[in-house]
Nanobody, 129 residues
Framework: QAELAESGGGSVQPGGSLTLSCVAS????????RGWWRQAPGKEREFIAG????????????YVKDSVKGRFFISIDNAKNTVYLQMNSLKPEDTAVYYC??????????????????WGQGTQVTVSS
C-alpha cells in the first residue's frame, strides 16, 4: 500500500483551478514535512511547495517556488493526515504529473530530491484549451 495517495488531478482550461489532495499513511505519517513536486514531459522533477518542519531553521514553515508563488498555495489538515495544493490561474506550462512527498524536513527534501523520503504515485494535471 502506498504511503502517500494523491487525488484531484485532471484537465482544465487555462485560467482554471484545481486542488490536489494527498493522504498520508504508514511510514509517511512519521515524516514531519510534506511537499509537492511536478514533472513535465522531457523535464526533470522539480520541487514546487513544501510545508512542515524546517529542520535546522527551526519550527514549522512553508515554501512555494517563485515561479508559482501567488498562484499555488500549500496547506495541511493534520487531523485528516492530508496536504493540499490549491492551484489557481493555471497555465499550459503547469501541465505535469504532480507528486506528493514526505521527508524529515522541507529543506532536506528539496536538497536531496527527496532521497530516502516517501513518494506518492502521481496525478496528472493537464492545462489546455
Amino acid at each position: 500500500q502506498a504511503e502517500l495517495a494523491e487525488s484531484g488531478g485532471g484537465s482544465v482550461q487555462p485560467g482554471g483551478s484545481l486542488t490536489l489532495s494527498c493522504v498520508a499513511s504508514g511510514r509517511a505519517l512519521s515524516r514531519p514535512a510534506r511537499g509537492w513536486w511536478r514533472q513535465a514531459p522531457g523535464k526533470e522533477r522539480e520541487f514546487i511547495a513544501g510545508i512542515g518542519w524546517n529542520g535546522n531553521r527551526g519550527g514549522n514553515g512553508t515554501y512555494v517556488k517563485d515561479s508559482v508563488k501567488g498562484r499555488f498555495f500549500i496547506s495541511i489538515d493534520n487531523a485528516k493526515n492530508t496536504v493540499y495544493l490549491q492551484m489557481n490561474s493555471l497555465k499550459p506550462e503547469d501541465t505535469a504529473v504532480y507528486y506528493c512527498a514526505a521527508h524529515s524536513d522541507i529543506w532536506t527534501m528539496a536538497k536531496t530530491n527527496n532521497r530516502f523520503g516517501s513518494w506518492g504515485q502521481g496525478t496528472q494535471v493537464t492545462v489546455s484549451s
